[in-house]
């Protein structure tokens, strides 16, 4: 898994760009200052970076330590300060109710059953009240092939999140075709599942 994501980050680029993802930044009203934000596979810090922005303190993981390089180049840039850890989501330990906010933004490098444990993190790691932001593709967009991986296993649907998240309190979910341009490898009519939840 590390050698595939540092062969792709291997590159001047930021090949998913340096802007937010647009739903992230569609829930600013979110994120308060001081709050503790997680990053679930950050890559190239484009949405930790952003975070930061807003006023949160921000943890990124990801697996490639090229992309976290990249991540960090980008925070200074930006004069924001943003943790980083060299972690792979499948063994990292999560932490319980560690933070108030986690960004899992396009993180379906995980097919079932491996993904429980991602799903599982989430569950954990959120503090009572917390909030998960999750944008993810639903299984039609094997057949857009504008990014994600090429299995439909891989892919949410809102039912999939109800049943995850069963229990939390369903801020928003959505899912919906759109187009989206976030650098090279997402680009294009996209086949899409928002949510925000609150951790009861």
């Given at each position: 898994m590390s050698d595939f994501w540092n062969a792709r980050y291997a590159t001047e680029d930021y090949i998913f760009g340096t802007a937010p993802n647009v739903f992230l930044a569609s829930q600013a009203a979110l994120i308060r200052p001081g709050m503790h934000a997680l990053a679930i596979a950050d890559g190239e810090g484009r949405n930790g970076v952003w975070l930061a922005e807003q006023g949160a303190r921000v943890h990124a993981i990801d697996v490639s330590p090229p992309a976290l390089e990249k991540?960090?180049?980008?925070?200074?840039?930006?004069?924001?300060?943003?943790?980083?850890?060299?972690?792979d989501a499948l063994n990292w330990t999560w932490p319980e109710a560690a933070y108030d906010l986690?960004?899992?933004?396009?993180?379906?490098?995980?097919p079932p059953p491996e993904r429980d444990r991602i799903i599982e993190g989430i569950r954990r790691t959120l503090k009572p009240g917390g909030v998960l932001i999750l944008q993810g593709y639903t299984p039609k967009q094997v057949e857009f092939g504008t990014g994600g991986p090429p299995s439909a296993a891989n892919m949410y649907t809102a039912a999939l999140l109800r049943e995850w998240f069963d229990g939390w309190d369903i801020l928003h979910l959505a899912e919906h075709e759109s187009f989206i341009s976030?650098?090279?490898?997402?680009?294009?009519?996209?086949?899409?599942?928002?949510?925000?939840?609150?951790?009861?």
């Open positions: 991540a960090r180049k980008l925070a200074a840039e930006r004069r924001v300060t943003l943790e980083t850890e060299q972690a986690v960004a899992a933004i396009f993180i379906q490098f995980a976030e650098g090279a490898h997402h680009h294009g009519m996209s086949a899409l599942v928002d949510m925000v939840a609150r951790k009861p």
